[in-house]
């Protein structure tokens, strides 16, 4: 009987440092992953892209209905201010209709003076819709996880747009999920310049809501309310994409507000941009349009709504957009 | 007396309870809201279940049920693999030597335990970022995560102990 209570207690005794044994070679593991994640991001982001594609489908069920109540609770705030944001978007409309029709204008003269100089575009878009199925959750991390991964033609490095502008890169592509970092991550880096002065700048996200601007040269001119957009260089983004606007000075760093509500991206499109064969290019270098359709838009002319409804593809940078699966 | 096949099932399915549970709610923390200013203060909503289990059925939630369940939460958050992992291994670790004292005590004594935990959780999770960017992050967010992690244990703590309940409850023609 007492060698059995002694057997017995050395047993507990052996489970008992079997679990703190445990607990350490756990805390191990975790700071040895993170060491992992830090050197080598390679294996580790397959790791996460297998995880993520694993459970896609739970996400991309659950994310449906979290999505239609958010919507929801939305109407219901619009509810109350109809008339009053019914007046301003009247109002709005009837600038906006101004300035597409100047948009227009000088659109149909920029294609005429591209095929008068024979100018050639040196890249072009295929767009992607796809749906956020996961965010970072947490102040310290901000990505997205999408619905479309390389079986979809998902690459790294491509840029994802919101509705209204950039909203962040494609980091890794999993199979059927890819993982975005937005423009505000501690660990996004966007080559910019500003629209107006066209100076260039780095765009660094510090996991605020507004990143701020750096490299910017000394004789930048810079000022509150202008327009920030990719700059294309390093051949990461096309050029033109809108970022943001200058919000202003904060501790000594110029702080941009996105154009984009990163908080509420339901829906993102991811642009596909590859360089155009050169030898292929003179035709279907402009999202489809051809040069006889390019010549028949006259400056002085009347736009035909056949020429309009093409055009307006061009501006919202050409290609179809193709359905999210 | 050997079991049946269709009580090794069930118990089967009993012990995987509270790891099943704690996915659950892994994976229900990262589901976009779309909500204006929440993604910061987003709660550890993860850390409700593991708390719970620790302290009544630490034989069911494990120190590497932990780990697996922050590794999860990172891999879908986009997190550094890791972060999460040592964030939970180290809440189950205080929860799980305080147990004897939190167990069987009530509903606001738990609640109470969860406040600390969360607070725990939180800093921690602050610390280990910091650590990892080699730079301080922002502080802001980090009281309202820890608050709102604790004002939803009502909910999920709640749930919980329900599920607890379940997990007990024995059909009469099974006893013994």
Redesign the interface.
């Known amino acids: 009987m007492k060698a059995r209570t002694r057997s017995t207690v050395r047993l507990i005794a052996l489970k008992s440092w079997a679990?703190r044994f445990?607990?350490a070679l756990?805390?191990l593991?975790?700071?040895?992953?993170?060491m992992?994640?830090?050197i080598d991001t390679l294996v580790?982001e397959d790791?996460?892209a297998r995880?993520?594609d694993a459970?896609s489908p739970?996400?991309n069920a659950?994310?449906r209905p979290?999505?239609t109540?958010?919507?929801v609770?939305?109407d219901v705030r619009q509810l109350s201010d109809l008339r009053a944001e019914n007046a301003r978007l009247e109002a709005e409309n009837r600038a906006l209709l101004q300035y597409q029709e100047i948009a227009f204008r000088l659109e149909a003269e920029n294609l005429s003076l591209r095929a008068l100089t024979n100018y050639r575009p040196d890249y072009r878009h295929r767009f992607l819709t796809a749906r956020?199925?996961?965010?970072?959750?947490?102040?310290?991390?901000?990505?997205?996880?999408l619905n479309v991964g390389t079986a979809d033609g998902i690459e790294s490095g491509q840029a994802v747009l919101g509705g209204n502008g950039l909203a962040g890169r494609v980091v890794q592509a999993g199979e059927r999920t890819a993982?975005v970092?937005l423009i505000t991550d501690?660990n996004a880096r966007i080559p910019v310049l500003l629209e107006r002065s066209r100076d260039r700048a780095m765009l660094v996200g510090d996991?605020?809501d507004r990143p701020h601007l750096t490299y910017l040269g000394e004789e930048a001119s810079i000022a509150v309310g202008d327009r920030v957009v990719t700059s294309g260089h390093g051949g990461m983004f096309p050029p033109g994409l809108p970022v943001g606007t200058v919000v202003g000075l904060d501790n000594g760093l110029i702080r941009i507000q996105p154009f984009e509500?990163l908080?509420?991206?339901?829906f993102v499109r991811v642009v596909g941009f590859e360089p155009v064969d050169e030898t292929a290019s003179m035709q279907r270098g402009l999202g489809g349009l051809s040069f006889e359709a390019m010549g028949a838009v006259g400056v002085e002319q009347a736009p035909d709504p056949a020429v309009i409804e093409a055009l307006t593809r061009f501006i919202s940078f050409g290609g179809t957009p193709a359905a999210a699966p | 007396m050997n079991p049946s096949l269709l009580q090794r099932i069930d118990r089967a399915l009993r012990s995987a309870v509270p790891g099943l549970s704690a996915l659950v709610f892994a994976l229900l923390g990262v589901v976009p809201l779309h909500l204006p200013v929440f993604g910061p203060i987003s709660p550890l909503l993860a850390l409700i279940p593991i708390y719970y289990w620790a302290v009544h059925r630490p034989d069911l939630m494990t120190f590497s049920l932990a780990f697996a369940i922050g590794l999860v939460h990172d891999a879908l958050a986009g997190a550094p693999l890791g972060v999460h992992s040592l964030v939970y291994l180290l809440c189950y670790w205080a929860a799980f030597s305080q147990r004897r004292f939190l167990a069987g005590k009530g509903f606001f004594v738990l609640w109470w335990g969860m406040l600390l935990i969360a607070a725990l959780g939180v800093g921690l999770e602050w610390l280990v970022f910091s650590v990892f960017y080699a730079r301080l992050m922002p502080v802001e967010p980090l009281a309202f995560r820890a608050l709102l992690t604790t004002a939803l244990f009502p909910l999920v703590g709640g749930l919980m102990i329900q599920i607890h309940r379940l997990m007990l409850f024995q059909p009469r023609s099974w006893r013994a």
Do not use: C, P, W, Y
């Open positions: 679990h445990s607990f756990l805390l593991a975790a700071v040895g992953l993170m992992l994640t830090k580790v790791v996460r995880v993520t459970v739970v996400l659950v994310s979290a999505a109540v958010a919507t609770v939305e956020v199925i996961a965010d970072g959750a947490g102040a310290f991390v901000r990505s997205l996880a993982r970092l501690f996991n605020t509500q908080d509420r991206l339901e």
